[in-house]
Nanobody, 124 residues
Framework: VELVQSGGGSLDPGRSVTLSCAVS????????VAWFRQAPGKEREFVCS????????RYIDSVKERFTIARDNFKNAVDLGMVALKSEDTAVYYC??????????????????WGQGTQVTVSS
């Protein structure tokens, strides 16, 4: 299974961007998918997730009301919409997936498949 990411780039604070994560095998509806990010010198951090069972979502506090994780069944992908970007959002963003319907899905070790990573830089 391959996860292919797109989107990202360099943006001014306050701007918006959408990242996309497409799965190469099966239906995206069958995967629990998460987004993680890793800033320079820091560990990879859970950002948000969506479970395939029930469709529940989870976000870290610092991105609530600004980031939205959503499935696009037509693209067979999961998108991460990011608005009101801040400098502290600067990081390499990774999508991750598993077929397990995890309730606790915030750890790196919970995921079997990873995207290649995409840089988001927020700076004026």
């Amino acid at each position: 299974v391959e996860l292919v990411q797109s989107g990202g780039g360099s943006l001014d604070p306050g701007r918006s961007v959408t990242l996309s994560c497409a799965v190469s095998e099966g239906s995206i509806a069958s995967y629990t998918v998460a987004w993680f990010r890793q800033a320079p010198g820091k560990e990879r951090e859970f950002v948000c997730s969506t479970r395939w069972v029930g469709g529940s979502t989870r976000y870290i506090d610092s991105v609530k009301e600004r980031f939205t994780i959503a499935r696009d069944n037509f693209k067979n992908a999961v998108d991460l919409g990011m608005v009101a970007l801040k400098s502290e959002d600067t990081a390499v963003y990774y999508c991750a997936a598993t077929v397990e319907p995890l309730q606790d899905n915030t750890a790196v070790g919970h995921y079997d498949y990873w995207g290649q990573g995409t840089q988001v830089t927020v700076s004026s």
